[in-house]
Nanobody
Framework: EVQLVESGGGLVQPGESLRLSCSAS????????MNWLRQAPGKEFERLSY????????YYNDTAKGRFTISRDNAKNMLYLQLTALKPEDTAMYYC????????RGQGTQVTVSS
């Protein structure tokens, strides 16, 4: 059974940073590209970033570019997303996903950016 478990979210002030983690199990993590998506209340899923199976291919959407950094550790079956310079509009539930649409995703970790 595929399991993805996100962690690392929380309440932070504007300008602060967070590191999100995703623990993967139930599949051969090292052969899959992985994604980070988010969903704000009342909005659709937004695909923030993608990393190829070996970390050699990386994509960021315009929101994530320059502020967020995706990485992975295949030895530990872990996916990460470093969030910096957070803004109130970054408030959302953040998900790791094995596909770009969020069909195979974890339960999410909440990020709230507020002063």
């Amino acid at each position: 059974e595929v399991q993805l478990v996100e962690s690392g979210g929380g309440l932070v002030q504007p300008g602060e940073s967070l590191r999100l983690s995703c623990s993967a199990s139930g599949f051969t993590f090292s052969i899959y590209g992985m994604n980070w998506l988010r969903q704000a209340p009342g909005k659709e899923f937004e695909r923030l970033s993608y990393i190829g199976s070996d970390g050699g291919s990386i994509y960021y959407n315009d929101t994530a570019k320059g502020r967020f950094t995706i990485s992975r550790d295949n030895a530990k079956n872990m996916l990460y997303l470093q969030l910096t310079a957070l803004k109130p509009e970054d408030t959302a539930m953040y998900y790791c996903s094995r596909d770009r649409y969020g069909m195979i995703r974890g339960q999410g970790t909440q990020v709230t950016v507020s002063s």
